[in-house]
């Protein structure tokens, strides 16, 4: 899992996170201690409450601003990644560019984005032609003939399809299918009953009518068509797995034939359906979510097809809002921004535009971004920063009391084997065939959608690339991907307060250090320790060893089960035990690092705090952040990382170092009674 937020490419199982310092002597003039002294709150007790002295004064002087229901520190680096791309991105707009090259790709994009005269101008023009098709629909036959053309547009309704290694044979590529078609993108919100839950469905109810009503329907006819989607969306929702299900790989892979798929799922013609992704004669396919596939067949054979064209309609109107004119990107906002999230505002114009194109063309966008503002020397350091994780793992493997010698030269092997990935790919994506013109906004993105639908579905049959990279260069986060056994640390995380090649090997191992290691114990987490070193689902574990795995992994799980995020909500140790742990092993593998750097560099007090104390400063400091209530809710729900505040008070505890380092008591209230901390990696 990426480091920051769970992964948005469906399917792929991406893990991330990031660290720093180099081998290279660490006392070196002219380097800082790296900690800012304002962003402490030097008046809480750091055994007590050590998220709020680590991070108090950063929160203080960064309040949440309307566009954000969460800003922290990382947020606060993307939205200075996002001023360089848009001075960029503003360059080429301004210019004329010969057709077909990027440059005019960008070009038109961004100012198609930013042109908010002719998008209040078009309305909902942009989506009538495709609302008029669904309307036409006659039967179940021609909604499923549709399907693939919505889908590869950008509008998904009942299931996603899409291109991913077969996590049985790693070297190729499979076609799966994947759970989806509801609004509220989590099946607990259609299914509990708190207040809360209730509120968010209703004023989702609500936002369905309006919509429909804002692009020409009656109020009668919207009314319809809200309960038909409400209807059909919780039929969805029913038959979906939860969350803690989803990470189970094993639960999650049925490969099957098509003909098989046919016989299980007969309400669609599966051959035709794949036709149209040009897989002619597909012959095999994983269904990752069994029950919840046949449901949708149920649904397409007993809906009646009114109420089908309505959900598919619906589909629509929601996909394309946030491209459209500003009164319907507004609903929009309203609803998932505000409702959902607690936001206040949208984000500016330019913002939006950005992201359009930096998600449409973000290769293209990298390669500028990395040639300007990525200097070759963060790489070199990085390079070398990861191989000193990677041997303080190694060491760590070979010291652990609980594990077998048969399973811990499996382990070795594993984590020699890792593919490292630091800055930006060695190729780059070739944007050729993407064809963006001046006719609108939404056009575009269908386009786009679609030159990316193309590009997934053409791997089918080739050997799986393993230098594709997951992320654009420019993100501001890191990922772990079990099936290519990779770790990755885009250009974008390499600044500050991740990595700061002015700072000393203590700041720099308590940030992007832990943020390698945590990427590399995903490698080794009650997920990723079921894939082998080649990527496959294989069990390379002693029956013994796993069993001790788990009984561990189940402190940490059973530890952050009662942690109290709001009023009555408590965290879901099951749903964040992979991110809880590679946060474990993060901070356990970096601080092994730099005690093994600092034998032959040693490092003095600097500030007040020893090398050891910053270590976990600048750890607290990545994490700093404000966030809204409506936000811990929704992230409780629907993101397998722990919030900030949790990912410094619930880790630490568990880790001896921080005792150590800051004198901490049986009296402080972060201590935990040795017996109850957890001790994997
Ligand atoms: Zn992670």
């Not at 309400?267 to 149209?276: E, G, L, R, S």
């Not at 060695?426 to 590009?455: C, G, M, P, V």
């Not at 290519?484 to 700072?503: R, S, V």
């Amino acid at each position: 899992m990426s480091i920051i937020k769970s992964a948005s490419v469906i399917g792929s199982v991406i893990i991330a996170s990031l660290l720093m310092t180099t081998a290279c002597n660490s006392q070196k003039a002219g380097q800082s201690a790296g900690i800012k002294p304002e962003n402490l709150d030097t008046t809480a007790v750091p055994q007590n409450d050590f998220y709020q002295f680590a991070t108090g004064g950063w929160q203080k002087a960064n309040p949440l601003t309307g566009e954000y229901s969460r800003y922290g520190s990382f947020d606060k680096l993307a939205e200075n990644n996002r001023e360089q791309l848009k001075g960029l991105i503003e360059e080429i707009a301004s210019k004329p560019a010969k057709k077909g090259t990027v440059e005019q790709k960008i070009a038109d994009l961004f100012n198609l984005a930013m042109d908010s005269t002719k998008l209040n101008k078009d309305g909902y023009e942009p989506i009538k032609a495709d609302l008029a098709k669904i309307s036409a629909l006659k039967d179940t036959k021609e909604l499923i003939a549709l399907l693939p053309e919505l889908m590869q547009n950008g509008v998904t309704p009942y299931f996603h399809v899409f291109v991913d290694a077969d996590p049985m044979n790693s070297n190729q590529y499979l076609v799966q299918t994947y759970q989806g078609g509801i609004g509220l993108g989590e099946r607990d919100y259609y299914l509990e009953n708190d207040a809360n839950t209730k509120n968010i469905r209703d004023k989702y109810a609500a936002y369905i009518v309006g919509m429909f009503e804002k692009e020409g329907f009656t109020k009668t006819d919207a009314e319809k068509n809200r309960d038909a989607v409400m209807r059909i969306e919780t039929r969805l929702a029913k038959s979906a797995y939860d969350n803690v299900k989803l990470r189970d790989p094993r639960a999650n892979y049925n490969k099957m034939t098509v003909t098989d798929l046919q016989k299980m799922v007969p309400q669609i013609d599966w051959n035709t359906f794949f036709a149209k992704f040009n897989l002619k004669a597909l012959k095999d396919l994983s269904v990752s979510q069994k029950e919840n596939l046949v449901e949708v067949g149920n649904i397409i054979a007993s809906e009646p097809i009114e109420a089908q064209k309505a959900y598919l309609q619906w589909k629509l109107i929601d996909a394309s809002a946030a491209y459209l004119s500003d009164d319907i990107n507004q609903m929009n906002f309203d609803f998932y921004g505000k409702v959902l999230s607690g936001k206040k505002q949208q984000q500016p114009r330019w913002k939006r535009a950005v992201s359009t194109v930096d998600g449409s063309l973000s290769e293209a966008v990298g390669q500028m971004y990395v040639k300007k503002y990525f200097p070759a020397k963060s790489k070199e350091r990085m390079v070398q920063l990861v191989k000193n994780l990677q041997t303080a793992l190694g060491e760590r493997i070979q010291g652990l009391e609980w594990m077998g010698d048969s399973t811990k030269a499996k382990a070795q092997e594993k984590l020699k084997t890792f593919h490292i990935k630091v800055g930006y790919p060695d190729k780059w994506r070739d944007y050729t065939s993407l064809d963006i013109q001046k006719d609108n906004y939404w056009a575009n993105i269908k386009r786009a959608n679609k030159f990316e639908s193309d590009y997934m579905f053409a791997k089918i049959g080739k050997p799986v690339d393993k230098d594709e990279w997951l992320m654009s260069p420019q993100t501001v986060n890191a990922y772990y991907n079990p099936s290519t056994n990779e770790i990755c640390f885009p250009a974008g995380i390499l600044q500050y307060p991740f990595f700061d090649m002015q700072a000393d090997d203590a700041f720099n191992y308590g940030a992007i250090g832990v943020v390698i290691g945590h990427e590399m114990t995903h490698g080794f987490d009650d997920q990723g320790r079921q894939f082998d070193k080649d990527g496959n689902l294989k069990d390379w574990w002693t029956r013994e060893d796993g069993e001790k795995f788990n009984a561990r992994a189940k402190v940490l799980s059973d530890y952050f089960d009662n942690i109290e995020v709001a009023p009555n909500v408590k965290a879901n140790g099951k749903f964040t035990l992979g991110e809880n742990i590679a946060d474990h092993g993060g901070l356990q593998v970096s601080y092994h690092a730099l005690q093994n750097v600092l034998k032959t560099s040693p490092l003095a007090t600097r500030d007040g705090f020893t090398p050891e104390q910053r270590f976990f400063l600048a750890y607290a400091n990545v994490w700093a952040g404000n966030i809204r209530p409506e936000e811990i809710l929704k992230r409780t729900k629907s993101d397998p990382h722990s919030l900030g505040k949790w990912r410094v008070n619930g880790a630490l505890p568990h880790i001896q170092a921080w005792y150590d380092a800051f004198k901490v008591k049986q009296t402080n209230k972060m201590y935990l009674a040795p017996e109850l901390r957890a001790s994997i990696w």
